[in-house]
Every structure is written in C-alpha cells, then in structure tokens.
C-alpha cells in the first residue's frame, strides 16, 4: 500500500518564508508524482485569505503557489475550520480555483492517518 | 513615551501580550508585518491599548482589513511616529 | 529501520539543528540507517565551509562532516533555497556569477525532490526547525 | 499514534497550546529544547495529555527539574519513541 | 546629561542564540563604559535559573556572562517581577556573585524612562 | 534627527530585513540622518555576495548597496556574529584558513562596540529582529 504523507502547514505568509517554502516543497513533490495531501492549520489558514497583494513589502503573492497546485494533481486542499474561526475567516468565501476546500474538525485523528507529516 | 513595534501573529507567538502588559499611558503601538494579523478576527477587541497604529503595506499584502479603531500608515508616518516617540520597543520574540 | 530528517534550522541561531546532529549520532549509534539528512530553508547553512564558530564553542559543520565519513551519509541541501541564501557550490557560483563557492565537503546540493523521495523511501521523518 | 515534539517555550509560543490542541488518543508528547520550559512554574498543571517525555539533556542545560508526571529520557529513549510511533510531528513554530 | 540606554532581554537560553548574544552586546559596551542597564523580561527571567548544566547539548554556560558582568562594571540587574513569578522562579534564590538583582513590578514606566532601548 | 538601525534577521528568512531596508530608505527621503545600520545575530547574512534570489524575487543585498552609495552609509556587520555564521572577508578568511571569502563590497566588518557607539550617537534606534 502506498504510503501516506501529509504536509501541515502553520505558518502565515509574508513574515516568514516558510509558508512559501512549505508550499514549495508540496509542488515539487507533486511535479514527481508524489504529492502529499495539504492540511492548513493555525496561522497556516491565513494562506486562504483573498486580495493578497505583498508588491508594498517587495514579495511576490503566495496565493499564486496556491493556484498552481491543480496543475500538478493536487485538487484538494485540507483546512481546520477551527482554526477559519478563530481568525475570522468565513470558509464559504475561500476559492482556490480547481482546489476543493475541506474543513477538517478533528485534527488530531486526521493527522494521526498518515505515515509521514511534513511540518512547515 | 515609548513607541512598541511589534512584528509577530498574536495567534502564534506571545509578543502582542507581552507588549501589552508593558504598556504605559502615553505609549502608542504600531503593528507590522505578521503583527498586523491582530486586525483578525475577534483579536482587535483584545488590544485593551490606544493609540493603535499598523503599517498599510504589511495589511495590503495579507489581504486584511482595518477596523475604525486602528489607524493604517504609510512608512513615512512610520518615521514620524518615531520622532514624536522615544524610546522605541520592537518585539519581534 | 530507515529514517530521514529535514533540517530547517543554521547552526548556531536555533537549538534544533545540533540536535538534529544527536538524534543522527544516536539512531546510527542503534544500528538504525540513516537515509539522508535533507537540508531546506535556513538549515542549509549547516553545509557552510567558512563558518568559524570559536575554538570554543561547538563546530556542527565538521560534526556532520565527520559523521558522513564515518557513515556515508546522504547530507543534501536544497538548492533553491541555497541559492537564495548564499550556499554555493563552485559549480553553482559560476553559473550564477557568484565571486565564491562556499559549500563544504560531504555536502550535495539538489533539488526538492530529494525531499520527497526521502519521505519515499524512510520508514521514519523527524522535522527539526524553528 | 503520533509522537508530538514540541520544542519551544509556552510562554513565548503558542507551540504546545497548539500541539495538545491537535492530540489524540494513544499520542505521546515530548519536549525537546526551549520545549522544557513547560516543566517550570505551574506549566505542568496545563498539560492535560499522556504520557509526555522530556529530554534530560535539554533539562539540565536549563536548570529546570523534572515533576512526577513526566519522564526524562535519553537521546536513546527518543530514537526509541520515534520508532513506537508514526506519524512524527514537529512543533517548531 | 548622559544618555540611559536599556538592555531588554526577554528569551530564554540555549533553544536560541539570542540570549546569548545579548549578553554579549551587554559586555561589549559595558567594555567601552557605556554599560546599558539590563531587564530580564518575560523568558528572559530563566537566564537566571542557577544549576544550568549545557555540556549535554554542546554548548557553554550562560552563567559565564552573567559572572562576568561585575569585571565590567555591570552590578544591578533588573528582572520583571511577574516574570519570575509566572515561571516559578524564587527571587530569593537567585545569586550572581557582585550582582544586585532588583526586582521591577511596573516594567512600562520602568521602560518609558530610558533614550534608548536595545531589544534582544 | 539622527537615526540607527539594528537588524538582527537575515533576507530572505524574515520579512524584518526588508522592513529595515524600507524604514532607511522612508527617513532619508525625509531628510533624516542614518548614522549607521548594525547588521548583529543572522542579519550579517545582509551583507553575503553571494546570495543569489531568483530574478523576481527582491534582492536585498544589492538594494542596502545602492542605498549605501547613495547616501554613503556606513553599514557594519558584526565581525563576531559573522564569523560563527561564515560571513567573512577576504582578510578574516585568510586569518582563519577559510577557503573562501563572501563579504558583499559597501559593508564592514567590525566589533560590537560599533552598536554601543551608535547608541550614544543616535537621538532614536531602531531594532529589526525576529
């Protein structure tokens, strides 16, 4: 059976460069055919937010990693809606186009699944 | 009359609070980068501090929005506020 | 049984990478394999040839150079985000049209995919960063 | 049954908040680096898992002291855990 | 009048170098009579913790620099008494030999006081 | 008034190098003195020639250099705090039998009296950590 890998990702864009450094690690892994499954947790769901525009602090917009994920198989994408909530982030308004939003409630079990778990 | 700057997610790091429970009358705090993530959900209710102040470019790039109690500068505001303050505190920790 | 570790962290700023270099030292130390040591975000300073930590205070670079030798160990840093942090190989600073090459031996820079097929092929995966 | 590592302190990270938040059952928790400073002060009162694990090494570098409700292992012992457990999760952040 | 310049460590040793190199900064200037004063702040507290015990994680003592900062010219330190307090840390317990250890209940206008303030 | 900054992060990691960098170049344009920016702890690595982001990325490094022409800064990496993270210059290099030598022209190496004097020089400082 194929193994499976998880990556967890927590960190909120633009502060530090993990969460660009965490999606990038998913991609390439996708780009071998190898794409792990994405649970957004904590300051990770921040990622989701719309009308990013980071020109003002001289980066580049994460939400274009976030786009290219369909490209490379990845149609899914794992957030846990306690952490929507407590940040005030309405889940119906989250639109990754070709990405399937789903809302994870218990994290601990769901994490607990899988044989490996990146951490970013 | 010291100026806190603080740079980190209330939601992951204990830098906003710890901010606060060294705040004096007369201070002012001005959020920036992942700091300007208080202006999320029911967090700006917590800041028990005023005057409020976060940098516009660091709300821009992560898709915020700014409440009527917090006051959104451009850099050079961020300079002035340091003239008009001294010292200046970052919490970046 | 086989495991791989992914070090986020420099020498020296963080705790995490010297234990990463223990937890290695123990699990060989065990008869474990190590499969590779992957290096990503600032954890590819650890392959750094020019750090000088001083006489007193712990080397981690020549620590995990020594373990490679002793082990054969896979110690791979990512080359993306090598590039963007100032860890070339000579290869690398003539590419790029860099005036030095600063990576030390025992050390391999590739890509991420390294990454994924450690996940692949390990039994086990310890993160170390912050 | 996931091994959580958790590796910095309470009281500036919202790290360990975050990892318990995440446990279930049949999980182990240990703290590792900046993680034993939730063997200190009243900490340990907040940990409602088990068993959790602390790294002797990383406690006496700090001076803390180890209560009854958490074990202090070797680098041996954690080789050990990783092996009893899958997945591993790092909380580093 | 003289410029006051505050020293304020908040992190605990070893799991960063921070602590450390603040330190470090502390002795440099106090080696050019300029010594800042120092509050222990939040996780900076623990630097005072005694027994610390790092040869098991390959580092040297923290202990060290606080020792030395009497040679410098440094003889009070301050520490936040919340801090100490939150930790389970005993004032009353903590010795650095040359050193006067006053405890700061309100850091704000503790802090507001100083020109400049270092931040480590 | 006289500013001095102090940058503890390095590019790239964290977003503070680059908040640093913004803040210089917001109280020059005002007309305010920069008596000196500190680069201590990770942020020696602002001072790397060999850092190479990908071409749409920001280029920090070369941006504090066109800053320092400009305005003729004195930009100063801590020698110590470089060293145990192997940024060094060709001088250091040789001293400590390193093989190469990566310190970026425009900045300088010097001791951790240079933030005690830009204390005592400065009417503000400004800390850029984390």
Not at chain 2, 14 to 34: K, R
Not at chain 3, 75 to 100: F, Y
Request: glycine share 8%; charged share 20%; aromatic share 8%.
């Amino acid at each position: 059976m194929a193994k499976r890998t998880l990556a967890l990702c927590r960190q909120a864009p633009y502060g530090s460069a993990l969460a660009r450094e965490g999606l990038e690690a998913v991609l390439a892994a996708a780009a071998m055919d190898q794409a792990p499954d994405l649970l957004l947790l904590r300051d990770g769901a921040f990622q989701l937010l719309g009308d990013q525009s980071p020109e003002g602090i001289g980066q580049k917009s994460l939400q274009r990693n976030l786009l290219a994920l369909p490209m490379f198989g990845v149609e899914r994408v794992y957030v846990c809606e306690r952490s929507l909530m407590e940040r005030g982030i309405d889940a119906k308004r989250i639109e990754i186009p070709g990405v399937k939003v789903e809302l994870v409630l218990d994290t601990g079990s769901f994490i607990a699944a899988y044989d490996t778990v990146l951490s970013f | 009359m010291t100026l806190h700057i603080v740079s980190k997610s209330p939601y992951s790091s204990n830098a906003l609070a710890d901010c606060i429970g060294t705040f004096a009358e007369g201070d002012a705090l001005l959020l920036i980068e992942d700091g300007v993530y208080a202006l999320s959900g029911r967090m700006p209710e917590g800041i028990a501090v005023s005057p409020v102040y976060c940098l516009r470019a660091d709300v821009e790039a992560r898709g915020l929005t700014v409440p009527a109690s917090i006051q959104a500068i451009d850099d050079g505001r961020w300079v002035q506020l340091c003239l008009e303050h001294n010292p200046i505190v970052s919490w970046f920790n | 049984m086989k495991f791989s570790l992914a070090v986020y962290s420099a020498p020296h700023s963080s705790q995490s990478a010297a234990s990463a270099l223990r937890f290695a030292q123990a699990l060989l130390a065990q008869g474990h394999q190590l499969y590779r040591v992957f290096f990503y975000c600032d954890g590819v300073h650890n392959g750094s040839s020019i750090a000088a930590p001083p006489q007193d205070e712990f080397d981690l670079v020549g620590q995990w150079q020594a373990l490679q030798r002793q082990h054969q160990l896979d110690l791979v840093i990512c080359i993306a985000a090598a590039q963007r942090r100032g860890v070339l190989s000579e290869r690398e600073a003539e590419r790029l049209e860099k005036p030095a090459a600063n990576l030390a031996d025992g050390f391999e820079l590739a890509g991420l995919g390294q990454l994924a097929d450690a996940v692949a092929n390990s039994d086990r995966l310890v993160t170390f960063g912050g």
